[in-house]
């Protein structure tokens, strides 16, 4: 997780084909787990990324990107806005550990 004045960006490990969307939860050491009920085909699971971990954090579709990791599970999100709460919102998210 790295924070800049202009939001966070960390990583997430994300779960398709489920039958709920689900953000919460840790995954290896640090990994925010993201679960999408849309496949890995054309971009479709990163846009269903995008769209719960803003819902997750209460920002805009438009304030979430994902930054790396298109093609596979271990992907990094940017989401901007105030960084102190976004870091509230992710612990929050990854529960205790």
Same mark, same amino acid.
């Given at each position: 997780m790295t924070g800049d &004045? &202009?939001?966070l960006r960390f990583d997430v490990h994300v779960r398709?084909?489920? /039958?709920?969307?689900?953000?919460?939860?840790?995954?290896?050491e640090s990994a925010l787990s993201v679960a999408v009920t849309a496949r890995?085909?054309?971009? &479709?699971a990163n846009? /269903?990324?995008?769209?719960?971990?803003?819902? /997750?954090?209460?920002? /805009?579709?438009?304030?979430?990107d994902v930054v790396a990791g298109q093609r596979g599970r271990n992907k990094v999100v940017y989401v901007r806005g105030c960084t102190d709460e976004l870091k509230a919102r992710l612990g929050?998210?990854?529960?205790?550990g």
């Open positions: &004045a &202009a939001g398709t084909g489920v /039958a709920r969307i689900a953000v919460g939860g840790r995954y290896g890995p085909v054309e971009g &479709a846009r /269903a990324v995008v769209v719960a971990v803003a819902a /997750a954090f209460g920002v /805009a579709r438009g304030d979430v929050q998210l990854l529960g205790p």
